[in-house]
Structure formats: C-alpha cells, structure tokens
C-alpha cells in the first residue's frame, strides 16, 4: 500500500512564496508520474501541476503557469511545488498524487491511483 503525505501548507500574505513537498513510501515506488491538484471550497478539484518520474518532463494549469515550479527527487520519492507570487485565488487545499501508468490525460484526475490526504494553503492578508 501506498502513502503519500503532504506538508508546506500555512497561511501566506499574497505575493508571498511557499514550497509543498509530498513524501511517497510503501510498495516499490516507481510511478509514471507526480502531480499535485487542489480544491477550493466551492469548487471543483483543479489541476495544479505534473512532472514525469522518469524524463522530469512538467506540465502546469493555466492558472499557475508561470508562477509555480514542480520538481521531484527519485531517491526520496519525494515531489516539490514552489509556489510564488501568491494570489487568494491560489487558496485551496493541495493534494498530491501519483500516477501509476500512461492511461488517460495527465491533466485529469482520473490518471492517478493514489492521493495524499491533502494540505490547506490559505492566501489572505
């Protein structure tokens, strides 16, 4: 069985920074891929980020592009989401997830088999 546990998440001041990390053990760790989603209240859950396991190829949602850098260290299975220029709109619980195999979009949730329980990044002054 896999675990995936999150950390980084607090309250920030917007144009502040945060770095989230998610540490996967159990099993033989060897995804497809990492990526991160979110979920503000109200709304539905969002792609964030992704990054290949094994080319460290990235992909990001058109809300973040540009101000959020995802990256991953294999021999701590562990992904990383540097967040900056923080917006209120970027408030969301954060979840990371792994991706087991190359079936369906890497931007939808339904590509990933395993989720972490998720943590609160709140934006506000």
């Known amino acids: 069985q896999v675990q995936l546990v999150e950390s980084g998440g607090r309250l920030v001041q917007p144009g502040g920074s945060l770095r989230l990390s998610c540490v996967g053990s159990?099993?033989?760790?060897?995804?497809?891929?990492m990526g991160w989603f979110r979920r503000a209240p109200g709304k539905e859950r969002e792609f964030v980020a992704a990054?290949?396991?094994?080319?460290?190829?990235?992909f990001y949602g058109v809300p973040v592009k540009d101000r959020f850098t995802i990256s991953r260290d294999s021999a701590k299975n562990t992904v990383y989401l540097q967040m900056n220029n923080l917006k209120p709109e970027d408030t969301a619980v954060y979840y990371c997830?792994?991706?087991?195999?190359?079936?369906?979009?890497?931007?939808?949730?339904?590509?990933?088999?395993?989720w972490g329980q998720g943590t609160q990044v709140t934006v506000s002054s």
């Open positions: 997830a792994v991706r087991w195999d190359y079936s369906g979009s890497i931007f939808s949730p339904n590509g990933f088999g395993s």
């Open positions: 990054i290949t396991w094994s080319d460290s190829d990235t």
């Open positions: 159990g099993r033989t760790f060897s995804p497809k891929a």
